[in-house]
């Protein structure tokens, strides 16, 4: 409720999606070990600026990988892969289980929608994780999707951040009161900050 209705604050930093990666797969493993799922991988070699609230990021790879792992059956296959889009990174979950059919595709990120229920799934929540997900990754300016080729052919969801561009270092400006025996007029300063502390 607080997520849907904008109260949550972000506490943002510049950080790696790697790691942010790292912490989600070892929030899930226990569910993953269970269900001797095979996890697979595909991370860049090098860093995956972004600029946001780790916490909250992890929370949104661990529900995704979460829900990959309810949805496939003991034995398959999730894969996430993490790599640049344009201006973005793009984070996708794939795994090869129940799939969807096209209306659920629609619709997969509304509160309290699931898939139906199986014999073997019936460990299901209440529908959050994903709309949760969608609404966290919005705040970061971000955007998400699903595909699935149908039942039975597995699903995948993608989440994208706008990349974070180190800035380069600005040149060193010469000092006006460097060498200089007169004395300066005031200096006016002009600070702007976004955050409410």
């Not at 790292?22 to 226990?30: G, H, L, V």
Request: hydrophobic share 40%.
């Amino acid at each position: 409720s607080r997520v849907t209705r904008g109260l949550v604050s972000l506490s943002t930093q510049v950080l790696d999606l790697r790691n942010v990666v790292d912490d989600a797969a070892e929030q899930i493993r226990p569910l993953i070990g269970a269900r001797r799922h095979k996890v697979v991988l595909d991370l860049p070699t090098g860093p995956a600026h972004v600029k946001g609230d780790h916490k909250r990021l992890v929370q949104v790879v661990a529900n995704l990988l979460g829900n990959a792992t309810k949805y496939t059956p003991e034995g398959g296959q999730i894969q996430l892969a993490l790599g640049e889009a344009g201006d973005d990174w793009e984070l996708s979950v794939s795994d090869d289980g129940i799939g969807m059919e096209a209306h659920l595709v629609e619709r997969v990120f509304d509160l309290f929608t699931q898939a139906e229920r199986t014999p073997d799934r019936s460990q299901g929540g209440l529908g959050l994780g994903l709309a949760l997900a969608r609404s966290l990754v919005e705040l970061h300016g971000g955007s998400v999707g699903a595909m699935s080729a149908g039942p039975g052919l597995g699903s995948t969801f993608t989440v994208r951040l706008p990349c974070f561009a180190q800035e380069a270092p600005a040149a060193p400006v010469a000092s006006p009161l460097a060498g200089s025996t007169s004395a300066a007029g005031p200096l006016r300063i002009l600070v702007v900050d976004d955050n409410l502390d």
